[in-house]
């Protein structure tokens, strides 16, 4: 259509507005996803002192945040701005499973039991606070994402998120 507008010479058009501001609103948040994974990889180096630990703890994201495009498109949820804000979030709340369980085993092993015995310890002791915690955080995000459609994207995406990565985990 704006290709048959005739145009004076030394005339444009072009689109911008809310067009222009969705795209670098997109552009900036996912910029941040990419230095939140940065520096929570860097905090887990830390505290784990093991690069191989760290990334077993944040092999989850990428499971959790293919798991909201999937739910997205099973329930024609639109991405959304919020929706991407509740991607990132779900970053840091779905590291915290992997997080408690590698330390637990590393405690346990420091105790001197054997590896797998190490593992089944850690699941079996933190299942319950994980389960726990992730229901509180799925039953408080539940009545926004039901009720309001802005919010649909950022509570659907945690839900969902928190969902699966809780049961791969």
Same mark, same amino acid.
């Given at each position: 259509?704006?290709?048959?507008?005739?145009?004076?010479?030394?005339?444009?058009?072009?689109?911008?507005?809310?067009?222009?501001?969705?795209?670098?609103?997109?552009?900036?948040?996912?910029?941040?996803?990419?230095?939140?994974?940065?520096?929570?990889?860097?905090?887990?180096?830390?505290?784990?002192?093991?690069?191989?630990?760290?990334?077993?703890?944040?092999?989850?994201?990428?499971?959790?945040?293919?798991?909201?495009?999937? *739910?997205? $498109?099973?329930?024609?949820? =639109?991405?959304?701005?919020?929706? /991407?804000?509740? +991607?990132?979030? #779900?970053?840091? %709340?779905?590291?915290?499973?992997?997080?408690?369980?590698?330390?637990?085993?590393?405690?346990?092993?420091?105790?001197?039991?054997?590896?797998?015995?190490?593992?089944?310890? *850690?699941? $079996?002791?933190?299942?319950? =606070?994980?389960?726990?915690?992730? /229901?509180?955080? +799925?039953?408080? #995000?539940?009545? %926004?994402?039901?009720?309001?459609?802005?919010?649909?994207?950022?509570?659907?995406?945690?839900?969902?998120?928190?969902?699966?990565?809780?049961?791969?985990?």
């Amino acid at each position: 259509f704006a290709d048959t507008l005739n145009l004076p010479t030394g005339y444009a058009w072009q689109t911008g507005g809310v067009n222009d501001e969705n795209r670098k609103s997109v552009e900036s948040i996912l910029q941040a996803m990419v230095l939140s994974a940065i520096l929570i990889l860097i905090t887990m180096v830390i505290q784990f002192q093991s690069f191989r630990q760290s990334l077993i703890v944040l092999i989850v994201i990428p499971l959790a945040v293919s798991s909201v495009f999937l *739910a997205f $498109a099973l329930t024609g949820t =639109p991405l959304s701005f919020p929706a /991407l804000i509740g +991607v990132m979030s #779900l970053f840091g %709340i779905v590291v915290t499973n992997s997080m408690f369980i590698v330390d637990k085993i590393n405690i346990n092993q420091r105790q001197g039991m054997p590896f797998k015995e190490a593992i089944a310890d *850690a699941g $079996a002791s933190r299942l319950e =606070p994980i389960i726990l915690t992730k /229901l509180c955080t +799925v039953l408080g #995000l539940l009545p %926004i994402t039901i009720t309001n459609e802005l919010w649909r994207g950022l509570g659907g995406a945690i839900i969902s998120g928190l969902l699966v990565a809780s049961t791969i985990m």
